[in-house]
Each structure stands twice: as structure tokens, then as C-alpha cells.
């Protein structure tokens, strides 16, 4: 009995070890199929992952930008002249990104080179304010910004020749508007003894900005008061003989944007009816609200603007703008934009009182409307019809409401 158990211990003992030999054996091609499997899932991972980085290539040390603006304006009834005027704008703009071309860690570099032509539609409207935002009394070519930033996480400086109203005095929900008045308020815009340092000539200047991370931002710059770049007829002024423009900004900028800023001249300037000079100062609020979803169909963003000047150094004492932008007009055109526009410049006494002197009837104020369309005609290539009605043109009560039609082709590379 105990050889027959033995023997039967020993039968069942190789059966075991049969069955065990067979699961090691399934286990290492097991093992091995999931090593495979695993190896061709890695290769499949870093396919797509090249893929996608051919799709999203590295960003570069230099971005190059350019932009050719051309237009068509005039008045079809009323102003001075009934005719159309073109004008035009190529803009050439380089970003350098410092850290990865040097290994200047935080620090850009941008340069931006206008070169204007055409005509002077506004002389034949006669408006104080202006009609088309590319015109300009010299025709030439122009270096229009060259500053340098550095930043500091939320900290930023810029220190070169600077558009202020690249960030101040600013709403992009009124970019696409044509008029004048819609970029900067006309009671900063006409001070200066030859402009603040705004398009076509900026002025040398240091800008300081600090953001928060509740959207909240403080900006603040001292630019040189008499503007002039290269390709002006004085060039760039380093003497700083005029003083300085003061500027400061402050608010709240994320879905909507909350605003207020504050400007003043270090140097008097010429009073425009008295011979003596004055305190050239002024302030303005901005807001901006989108009134839908800002990413769906017929995104519509709402701005309004005011500003007040002293009154004294410039025609006008105060102004006011306000208007709509609608994106995606039409489901099927991705590229549609509609807006519509008003603004009023009020003018000055001293200046209502020189006009009325030289025996013009002139009205407190002068008001305008606009209204713009633009879509994408083809890759690059913007068309934009635009009409503008402005009552009390030049501020003169007995001149003939002017109806301005124009047309505006944009090619962006």
C-alpha cells in the first residue's frame, strides 16, 4: 500500500509539474506579447507626438509681419468737395524674441516701419476730427516704433520710441472702426507741440506696466512732448526741450475691461486765443462688455469712451464715443465683422471764439456716425465698405451735413 501511495504520490507530483511547466511557459509569452504590445503602443505615442510637433512648429526668435492697408474716401454729399480721395499704409513689423536669439532672458525687441502715400481725403470733408485713421499730412517712409521690453513675471518695461495708444486710451472692440476718433479722443490727440506720440510719429518714451492676477493692471509712461521719428524732417528729438508727456492707466481687463487714465503736459503749452501759456492736461474712461458669448455666432462686444481736456491748449474740451462690434455676422462666413459707431468732440470756447471772430456761425459741438462691414475675400485679403455721415463738419453750423462712402482692402502676412 505504501509503494502503490508512493507511487501515486509521485504520478500526481509530475502531472504537477507538467501543469506548472505549462503555465511558466504561457506566462513568459504572456509576458512577452505584453512586452510587444507595449513597445508598438510607445512607437504609435512618439509618431503622433512628432506629428503634432511638425503641426505646431517651436516659436521663433524673429516674427516677421506685414500689413498693406489701401483706401478709397470721400463725400458723396455735402463738405467741401464731392470726390474720392486714396490713400494707403504698409506696415513692416519685426518681434524679436531676445532670450532665444541672445539668451536675454525676458527681453524683446520690436521695430515697426511705416511708409505712407496718397491723398487728403479730409481736406475736401472738412472735419475736425478726421475721416480715415491711415491719413497723414506727410507722405513718406517712417520708423514708427522701436522699443525694447524686459519683463519681470507680471512686471514689464518699454524704453524706446512708443505708440501710447498701443495701450492706452484704447478698445479693440472699436478697431475696426475707420474715423479718427474711434482710435484716441481727440482732446489728447490734437495737444502737443507736434502731437502726442501717436500714428504716424511717435516720440522716445519709458513705459512701466505691472498686472495682477485678478486682471487688474497699472500702466504708466513719460514720453518725450514733441514727437518725431526717423523719416520726419527734424528726426527723432533727444533734446526732451518741450518737456514730457505724463500718462497713467488703471483698471480691469479680462471678458470685460474697466478703465480710467489721466495725462498732463511737465511744459505749458500755447493757449489757442490768449498769448500766454496753460496747463495742458486731460482724463478719460474706457469700458468694454461682450453682450454674448464672445466665442459663438454673432459675438457682440459693446464700448463706451469719454474723455475732458483742459479746454484751453486744444479745440476740444471734452469727447465722447461709444459703439458695437459684432463678429461671425454670418455661420458660414468665419470672418465676418460688422460695427457701428458714434462719437462727438466737443470744441473749446477758445476755439468756438477764434472761428466765430473770422465771422464762421459755429456750433458747440461736432457729431459723427459710421458704420463698417469687412470679411475675408480670400487668404489674407480683407475687403471693407464703410459709410460716415458727420452733422456740424469743422464745427460750423451752416455747412452741409457730409455723407462719406469708402472702401478699404487689407492684406495681413
Same mark, same amino acid.
Given at each position: 500500500?505504501?509503494?502503490?501511495?508512493? $507511487?501515486?504520490?509521485?504520478?500526481?507530483?509530475?502531472? *504537477?509539474?507538467?501543469?506548472?511547466?505549462?503555465?511558466?511557459?504561457?506566462?513568459?509569452?504572456?509576458?512577452?506579447?505584453?512586452?510587444?504590445?507595449?513597445?508598438?503602443?510607445?512607437?504609435?505615442? %512618439?509618431?503622433?507626438?512628432?506629428?503634432?510637433?511638425?503641426?505646431?512648429?517651436? @516659436?521663433?526668435?524673429?516674427?516677421?509681419?506685414?500689413?498693406?492697408?489701401?483706401?478709397?474716401?470721400?463725400?458723396?454729399?455735402?463738405?467741401?468737395?464731392?470726390?474720392?480721395?486714396?490713400?494707403?499704409?504698409?506696415?513692416?513689423?519685426?518681434?524679436?524674441?531676445?532670450?532665444?536669439?541672445?539668451?536675454?532672458?525676458?527681453?524683446?525687441? $520690436?521695430?515697426?516701419?511705416?511708409?505712407?502715400?496718397?491723398?487728403?481725403?479730409?481736406?475736401?470733408?472738412?472735419?475736425?476730427?478726421?475721416?480715415?485713421?491711415?491719413?497723414?499730412?506727410?507722405?513718406?517712409?517712417?520708423?514708427?516704433?522701436?522699443?525694447?521690453?524686459?519683463?519681470?513675471?507680471?512686471? *514689464?518695461?518699454?524704453?524706446?520710441?512708443?505708440?501710447?495708444?498701443?495701450?492706452?486710451?484704447?478698445?479693440?472692440?472699436?478697431?475696426?472702426?475707420m474715423a479718427p476718433a474711434f482710435g484716441i479722443g481727440s482732446e489728447i490727440a490734437a495737444t502737443g507741440p507736434n502731437g502726442p506720440s501717436i500714428f504716424p510719429s511717435t516720440a522716445l518714451a519709458v513705459r512701466f506696466q505691472r498686472g495682477f492676477d485678478n486682471d487688474a493692471y497699472v500702466r504708466a509712461a513719460a514720453l518725450n512732448a514733441?514727437?518725431?521719428?526717423?523719416?520726419? @524732417?527734424?528726426?527723432?528729438?533727444?533734446?526732451?526741450?518741450?518737456?514730457?508727456?505724463?500718462?497713467?492707466?488703471?483698471?480691469?481687463?479680462?471678458?470685460?475691461?474697466?478703465?480710467?487714465?489721466?495725462?498732463?503736459?511737465?511744459?505749458?503749452?500755447?493757449?489757442?486765443? !490768449?498769448?500766454?501759456?496753460?496747463? %495742458?492736461?486731460? %482724463?478719460?474712461?474706457?469700458?468694454?462688455?461682450?453682450?454674448?458669448?464672445? !466665442?459663438?455666432?454673432?459675438?457682440?462686444?459693446?464700448?463706451?469712451?469719454?474723455?475732458?481736456?483742459? #479746454?484751453?491748449?486744444?479745440?476740444?474740451?471734452?469727447?465722447?464715443?461709444? #459703439?458695437?462690434?459684432?463678429?461671425?455676422?454670418?455661420? #458660414?462666413?468665419?470672418?465676418?465683422?460688422?460695427?457701428?459707431?458714434?462719437?462727438?468732440?466737443?470744441?473749446? !470756447?477758445? $476755439?468756438?471764439?477764434?472761428?466765430?471772430?473770422?465771422?464762421?456761425?459755429?456750433?458747440?459741438?461736432?457729431?459723427?456716425?459710421?458704420?463698417?462691414?469687412?470679411?475675408?475675400?480670400?487668404?489674407?485679403?480683407?475687403?471693407? @465698405? !464703410?459709410?460716415?455721415?458727420?452733422?456740424? @463738419?469743422?464745427?460750423?453750423?451752416?455747412?452741409?451735413?457730409?455723407?462719406?462712402?469708402?472702401?478699404?482692402?487689407?492684406?495681413?502676412?
Amino acid at each position: 500500500m505504501c509503494a502503490e501511495v508512493t $507511487h501515486a504520490q509521485r504520478g500526481l507530483r509530475g502531472e *504537477s509539474a507538467v501543469l506548472q511547466h505549462t503555465e511558466e511557459k504561457a506566462a513568459t509569452v504572456g509576458g512577452r506579447w505584453l512586452v510587444g504590445a507595449a513597445g508598438v503602443l510607445a512607437g504609435a505615442t %512618439a509618431m503622433v507626438d512628432t506629428a503634432l510637433a511638425e503641426e505646431t512648429p517651436a @516659436p521663433k526668435a524673429v516674427e516677421f509681419s506685414v500689413s498693406y492697408t489701401a483706401d478709397v474716401i470721400g463725400a458723396v454729399n455735402g463738405g467741401v468737395t464731392q470726390r474720392g480721395r486714396f490713400v494707403d499704409n504698409l506696415d513692416l513689423i519685426a518681434d524679436i524674441d531676445l532670450d532665444r536669439a541672445a539668451g536675454w532672458r525676458g527681453a524683446t525687441l $520690436h521695430i515697426d516701419v511705416l511708409n505712407n502715400s496718397g491723398g487728403a481725403p479730409n481736406d475736401d470733408v472738412g472735419t475736425l476730427q478726421g475721416v480715415d485713421n491711415i491719413e497723414v499730412t506727410r507722405q513718406r517712409l517712417r520708423l514708427f516704433e522701436a522699443w525694447l521690453e524686459q519683463e519681470w513675471g507680471e512686471a *514689464s518695461l518699454r524704453v524706446g520710441l512708443y505708440d501710447l495708444n498701443s495701450e492706452f486710451y484704447s478698445n479693440d472692440a472699436a478697431g475696426l472702426l475707420m474715423a479718427p476718433a474711434f482710435g484716441i479722443g481727440s482732446e489728447i490727440a490734437a495737444t502737443g507741440p507736434n502731437g502726442p506720440s501717436i500714428f504716424p510719429s511717435t516720440a522716445l518714451a519709458v513705459r512701466f506696466q505691472r498686472g495682477f492676477d485678478n486682471d487688474a493692471y497699472v500702466r504708466a509712461a513719460a514720453l518725450n512732448a514733441n514727437a518725431g521719428v526717423l523719416g520726419d @524732417p527734424d528726426g527723432v528729438d533727444w533734446s526732451f526741450d518741450n518737456g514730457a508727456l505724463l500718462i497713467a492707466e488703471a483698471g480691469v481687463e479680462g471678458a470685460r475691461k474697466v478703465a480710467a487714465g489721466v495725462w498732463r503736459y511737465t511744459e505749458r503749452q500755447d493757449d489757442i486765443r !490768449d498769448p500766454e501759456q496753460e496747463r %495742458a492736461q486731460g %482724463a478719460y474712461v474706457l469700458f468694454e462688455q461682450p453682450l454674448n458669448d464672445p !466665442d459663438g455666432a454673432r459675438a457682440t462686444t459693446a464700448f463706451l469712451r469719454a474723455g475732458v481736456s483742459d #479746454g484751453e491748449t486744444t479745440p476740444f474740451e471734452s469727447g465722447w464715443q461709444a #459703439g458695437v462690434l459684432v463678429e461671425r455676422v454670418f455661420a #458660414g462666413r468665419p470672418e465676418s465683422v460688422f460695427s457701428i459707431g458714434v462719437n462727438q468732440g466737443v470744441i473749446s !470756447d477758445g $476755439h468756438r471764439r477764434n472761428e466765430i471772430d473770422a465771422g464762421v456761425p459755429m456750433a458747440k459741438a461736432e457729431f459723427q456716425i459710421e458704420a463698417t462691414y469687412a470679411d475675408e475675400i480670400a487668404p489674407h485679403v480683407t475687403l471693407q @465698405p !464703410d459709410v460716415q455721415w458727420v452733422h456740424n @463738419p469743422g464745427g460750423d453750423r451752416s455747412a452741409s451735413d457730409a455723407l462719406i462712402l469708402g472702401l478699404r482692402l487689407s492684406i495681413e502676412l
